[in-house]
């Protein structure tokens, strides 16, 4: 038997639906219990129309958000955007996911610690690579019996990112 609490729908926005943001509006879409409530995105990268496509509210601010219900936020914007928007999430108070990396400098790592007390929020720095499908494949590879027995793995990638 399901109570309530079991059927709340989990209320999430996306701030930078670039390619990961996109990424993870298609799985919060595949999730009943979760929703894209909100996007803040760009008014020149024209993230307004996903919004309206999708059914949820677009917002070029983030404190915008604020006059929402949500249960969380995901920053998937550029990256050196991510400690803006980071301080600007926190004044909403819901916990933040944060793509990687958190901050880009040695300065932007004073202003976080100095500001990290003052935070309303929890904050979760993810890494998409670890949902990688050829991680995975690696995974099942070296699970394989093609190597014999793995006692040591040591590896180097490099990939593609777009600007």
Request: proline share 4%.
């Amino acid at each position: 038997m399901q109570n309530a609490a079991d059927s709340k729908v989990i209320n999430i926005a996306i701030i930078g639906p670039g390619i990961m943001g996109k990424k993870h509006i298609e799985i919060i879409g595949k999730n009943p219990k979760t929703h894209v409530s909100a996007i803040v995105g760009n008014k020149a990268s024209n993230d307004s129309s996903l919004a309206r496509k999708i059914g949820c509210c677009y917002f070029d601010d983030i404190k915008d958000l604020s006059k929402i219900k949500l249960d969380g936020i995901i920053i998937s914007s550029p990256n050196n955007l991510h400690l803006d928007h980071l301080m600007k999430c926190s004044e909403i108070g819901v916990p933040v996911l944060l793509e990687k990396p958190a901050i880009l400098t040695f300065e932007q790592s004073k202003v976080l610690k100095k500001i990290n007390n003052d935070f309303l929020t929890k904050v979760l720095v993810g890494h998409h690579r670890v949902h990688s499908t050829q991680l995975k494949h690696l995974k099942n590879l070296i699970n394989s019996d093609t190597f014999g027995k793995v006692v040591s793995f040591m590896g180097s990638a490099q990939f593609f990112k777009p600007n």
